[in-house]
């Protein structure tokens, strides 16, 4: 049977950018990789049409297809709906319903953009790493937590809980990812000052031993690891840690190499019954109303975001390879978005010029 993937455009730049997405699947298609297709409704065009942001439908789908690829909700036609129907409420359905614990975001640097990163251009050029944030469980999550009176005074309290199976699960996620990268792992956490940072540390040291002991290993505390990571990045291959310093690490990785238009990301759960992680593939931009309908939207971001569907849920790192290699050859040959614009006197190309390139750029690899 042919993988499976369901495509959910949504909002805004959503459709637009999902259609240069659709040329690049198409082109695998004439080359013998099919996919079995199917798209359905999401965020504020769901709600348009069926009064709510995922229909029971559409989140069926989504359990029983080896992807899904979405590309962004929301648009301020929808701010004032009710929250129980708002565009995000879609979304977040997808991942709880999936259980994705594991949030994948890579910061990679294509070398024509390096002068983008506010780090110098060798620290960054050629970059390509991952990290992986827990993402249903720990400080955002945890009890006790509120506002509580104490005395003549009033105390603001969140709990980081982590169990070990929550922490097991995740550091596979990790382990399973670097085998199909540079078999390399760093986790990260605070075990000098925290009790969630020993525990976290004593299990990804064990499902490491018993699992993946192919895998290289280390640990490094999160404050020390913010600093490497600017200081330089490229010592990392995957990294892995909670949801809190996941949610900064991951921010100030995206950053090391520039465009919100050019970062995609996946959100991995537990292994269906054919060995595939339950998947979500999506750019982390939004629908960025403010060019919608305009043609300024980059692709790329959602473009990658299929490469990563190719690599980690399709086992194609070499289909995923030549994505990458695509993209790198037409921002090489100085094609940009405009969001990409540094330079004086460059014509920005439109969303379909910059997908049309990718899929040449493909066709000539
Ligand atoms: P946004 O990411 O949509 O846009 C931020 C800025 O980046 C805008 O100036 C936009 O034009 C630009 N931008 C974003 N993606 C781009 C691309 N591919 N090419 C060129 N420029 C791009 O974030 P914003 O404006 O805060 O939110 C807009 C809407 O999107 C809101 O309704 C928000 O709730 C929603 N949103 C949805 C997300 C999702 O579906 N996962 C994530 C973030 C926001
Ligand atoms: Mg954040």
Same mark, same amino acid.
């Given at each position: ?22 040329? @690049? !699947? %198409? ?29 029971? +439908? ?6 029983? &297809?080896?992807? #899904? ?15 129980? &129907? ?5 979304? *977040? ?5 999936? =259980? ?22 060798? $620290? &960054? ?6 990290? !992986?944030? /827990? ?11 509120? !506002? ?8 603001? !309290? ?39 940072? #020993? *525990?976290?540390?004593? $299990? #990804? ?5 018993? +699992?993946?002991?192919? @895998? +290289? ?5 999160? =404050? ?13 291959? &995957?990294? @892995? ?42 750019? @982390? ?35 995923? =390879?030549?994505? =990458?290699?695509?993209? /790198?050859?037409?921002?090489? %040959? ?8 540094? /330079?004086?006197?460059? +014509? ?18």
């Amino acid at each position: 049977a042919n993988p499976s993937l369901l495509i959910l455009p949504g909002d805004g730049i959503g459709p637009e950018v999902m259609t240069e997405v659709r040329k @690049v !699947i %198409d082109w695998f298609g004439t080359r013998g990789m099919t996919f079995d297709v199917s798209e359905a409704l999401v965020g504020g065009a769901a709600y348009d049409a069926h009064g709510t942001p995922l229909t029971d +439908e559409t989140m069926e789908m989504a359990q029983n &297809v080896d992807a #899904v690829l979405l590309g962004a909700v929301g648009g301020p036609k929808y701010d004032n709906l009710d929250f129980s &129907v708002k565009p995000e409420r879609g979304l *977040l359905r997808l991942r709880k319903e999936m =259980d994705l614990y594991a949030n994948l975001r890579p910061a990679q640097c294509f070398d024509a953009l390096a002068d983008f990163s506010s780090l110098k251009k060798n $620290v &960054v050029a050629g970059l390509d790493i991952m990290i !992986i944030r /827990e993402l249903t469980s720990g400080v955002y999550f945890g009890e006790p937590r509120g !506002i509580f009176t104490e005395g003549n005074e009033r105390v603001g !309290i969140n709990t980081q809980r982590y169990t070990e199976s929550e922490i097991a699960r995740v550091a596979r996620s990790a382990f399973e990812l670097a085998r199909k990268r540079d078999n390399r792992v760093c986790s990260m956490e605070k075990a000098n000052v925290m009790e969630s940072g #020993v *525990l976290w540390r004593e $299990v #990804v040291q064990r499902i490491h031993d018993d +699992e993946y002991p192919d @895998v +290289e290993l280390s640990h490094m505390y999160a =404050d020390a690891g913010a600093m490497q990571l600017t200081r330089w990045p490229k010592q990392f291959d &995957v990294i @892995v840690t909670d949801n809190l310093f996941g949610d900064m690490l991951s921010d100030l990785a995206a950053m090391l190499t520039g465009s919100l238009g050019m970062l995609p990301s996946a959100s991995l759960g537990l292994p269906m019954a054919n060995g595939r992680p339950k998947a979500l593939y999506e750019p @982390v931009h939004g629908s960025a109303p403010d060019i919608a309908g305009t043609g300024k939207a980059n692709p790329i971001a959602c473009i990658l975001s299929f490469a990563m569907a190719l690599r980690y849920s399709f086992d194609a790192g070499a289909e995923a =390879d030549r994505v =990458d290699a695509a993209v /790198e050859k037409v921002l090489a %040959d100085g094609l940009r978005t405009a969001d990409l614009l540094g /330079e004086e006197g460059v +014509e920005p190309v439109t969303t379909s010029q910059m997908g049309e390139a990718i899929v040449a750029a493909l066709a000539a690899s």
